[in-house]
């Protein structure tokens, strides 16, 4: 993966575009969460300029991976609407629920929403 160019989207937000081959991949780098709400993935897509996007687990409010609230699965079903694919980089073994293991895994083999550890690995599912 090579890095294209990098610009400030906000002040606290920062997007470094990459290539995977052919796949332009819009990596996002911001500490905080910025994923509070549905609104808030619809607006991201909006203003990236990529199928591919990487946002890593603390973007998102936390309540997200908690499955019983449905946020992350209509947020991933608004990527999924509008063909982005969504890489989520972080450490899926700190959350207990053995639904969102599952969930992980299942979009994991579809390949459209990844749960990864890194963004090289996106890059390396992504490619193929």
């Known amino acids: 993966m090579r890095g294209v160019k990098s610009f400030c989207y906000t002040e606290k937000m920062k997007i470094k575009l990459l290539s995977a081959g052919e796949n332009k991949i819009a990596e996002i780098i911001a500490r905080e969460v910025i994923i509070k709400n549905i609104q808030d ?35 991933l079903q608004k990527f999924s609407n509008y063909q982005v694919k969504l890489a989520i980089i972080g450490d899926f073994e700190k959350y207990p629920s053995k639904t969102l293991k599952d969930f992980i895994y299942e979009s994991n083999k579809l390949k459209d929403h990844l749960f990864v550890s890194s963004k090289d690995e996106a890059a390396k599912i992504w490619r193929t």
């Open 41 to 75: 993935s619809l607006d991201l897509m909006a203003n990236v300029d990529a199928r591919f996007i990487i946002l890593h687990d603390y973007n998102f409010e936390s309540n997200f991976f908690d499955l019983s609230t449905r946020k992350l699965g209509e947020a």
